[in-house]
């Protein structure tokens, strides 16, 4: 399925701008500068397709991708994103809740926590989201690459005692680095293998 060809669809920023729902969808969900795009330029091998930047609040709009014919790849607008206008935050908050309840298609969302940080208050906020929308959700951590072997039990740890409490939360955690390449092939298989 990854060999395949891959592009950017579509960026959307209100309901009505959905491609139709005609096919499978897995989207990336997470804070501010965790890691969606470049986890997304990671498992599709192309380096520029999502825009990744160290500018918090860079994604701030839906971002669709294709993945042959078969899936769509979905770039959630990051949160927890301390220096964006009041009005803006608010606008995206809207967004994601109507994306994530009306969304038949979407059969899992991958939660991006930073495998240095564990989950946060504002990661809370989206896994009770998910669970109210009835989305399966799966933690991936991020930026292994930079975490201590110590730090990320630690870290897992944390965040499996986090999933236990959420109905709607896939037990297995994928551990990933973008840079290095860990988890990725996991996770396109994750990816491949949803029916
Ligand atoms: P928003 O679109 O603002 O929500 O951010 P994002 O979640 O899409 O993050 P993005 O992919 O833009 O990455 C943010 C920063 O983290 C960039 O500087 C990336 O190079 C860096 N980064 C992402 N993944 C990894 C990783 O696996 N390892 C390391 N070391 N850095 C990473
Ligand atoms: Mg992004």
């Known amino acids: 399925l990854f060999a395949g060809e891959t592009d950017f669809l579509k960026g959307v920023v209100a309901m009505d701008g959905l491609p139709p729902a005609d096919r499978l969808e897995v989207c990336f969900a ?8 470049s986890l997304i330029n990671a498992l599709t091998g192309r380096k520029g397709l999502a825009r990744a930047s160290n500018t918090p609040g860079r994604t701030q709009e839906i971002n669709f991708f294709t993945l042959g014919d078969e899936r769509y790849l979905v770039d959630l607008p990051g949160y927890g994103f301390a220096n964006a206008p009041v009005k803006v935050v608010e606008k995206w908050q809207r967004l994601l809740k109507s994306y994530l309840a009306g ?43 930079k975490v201590k072997a110590v730090d990320r039990e630690r870290v897992l740890t944390q965040v499996r005692e986090a999933l236990s409490k959420h109905p709607a939360a896939f037990p297995e955690i994928v551990l990933t680095s973008s840079e290095k390449g860990d988890g990725i092939d996991t996770l396109r298989t994750i990816i491949a293998t949803l029916a």
């Open 103 to 145: 969304r038949q298609n979407l059969r899992r969302a991958f939660v991006l926590i930073d495998a240095r940080h564990g989950i946060k208050a504002v990661d809370e906020e989206i896994l009770s989201l998910l669970d109210t929308t009835a989305v399966t959700f799966q933690a991936v951590l991020t930026k292994a690459d």
């Open 30 to 37: 997470g804070r501010s500068n965790v890691g969606k795009s």
